[in-house]
C-alpha cells in the first residue's frame, strides 16, 4: 500500500535491525485519515470473505481495525490481554507469549462475542514472530468460527510470524512487507513473500 509506505519512509524510526519505531501515526499518535485507508484496503481485499466480525488485540490493533468494520458493516471485537485471568467459563483464552518483551500474556475473548457462525478476519498493527495471531487464531478455533485470513498493518518479513501464520493454510495480507532494517534504512518487499 503506496500511502503506507510512504508515511513510514517519512516518519518510521529504525530502533535497530529488528525494531521500527511508528509512534507518530499508529502505537501512540494515531492518523485518522491514514487509518481510514488502511481499513478500506482491508476491507476491499476481503470483500468477498463473507467476514461477519473482525477480531483484534488491544490496543493498537484497535484503530485499523475499527476503519475495516466500518467499511465492512462488522463489529470489532478486541481480545483483551491479562498478566493473569481471573478464573471464568465465558471466556475463550489463549497464552500468547512475546520474544520481544520477554512476557506471556493471556489474551481473552467473551464467548458472548464469537461463535460458531462467525467468519472471523484477524487484524493486528505488527506481525513480527506471530505469536499474537497464532493467539487470535487459537481463540477463533475454539469458537469453532471460521477464519477468512490475517490482515496485517505492517509485516517485518525477515521475521518468522508471516512464514509460520501461512504455512498453516491462512491467509494473511500484509499492507507493508519489510524486507529488512539493516544499516537504519527500510528496505520494502515488492510483493508476498512466498
Ligand atoms: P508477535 O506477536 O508477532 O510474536 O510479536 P512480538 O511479541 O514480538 O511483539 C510484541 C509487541 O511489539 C506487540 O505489540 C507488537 O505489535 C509489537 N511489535 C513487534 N515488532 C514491532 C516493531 O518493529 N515495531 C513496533 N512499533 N512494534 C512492534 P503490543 O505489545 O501488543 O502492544 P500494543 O498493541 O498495545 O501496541
Ligand atoms: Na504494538
Ligand atoms: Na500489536
Known sequence: ???????IEREGRVLSENVLKVDSFLNHQIDPVLMQAIGEEFAARFKDAGITKIL?????????SMFAGLTLGVPVVFARKRKSLTLSDNL?????HSFTKDVTNDI???????SNEDVVLIIDDFLANGQAALGLLDIVGQANAQTAGVGIVIEKGFQTGGSIIRERGVRVESLANIK???NGKVEFFEEEPT
Open 1 to 7: 500500500m503506496k500511502l503506507l509506505k510512504e508515511k
Open 56 to 64: 483484534t488485540i488491544e490496543s493498537s490493533g484497535i484503530a485499523p
Open 92 to 96: 475463550f483464552s489463549s497464552k500468547v
Open 108 to 114: 481473552s475473548v467473551s464467548k458472548d462475542f464469537l
Open 180 to 182: 529488512s532494517l539493516v
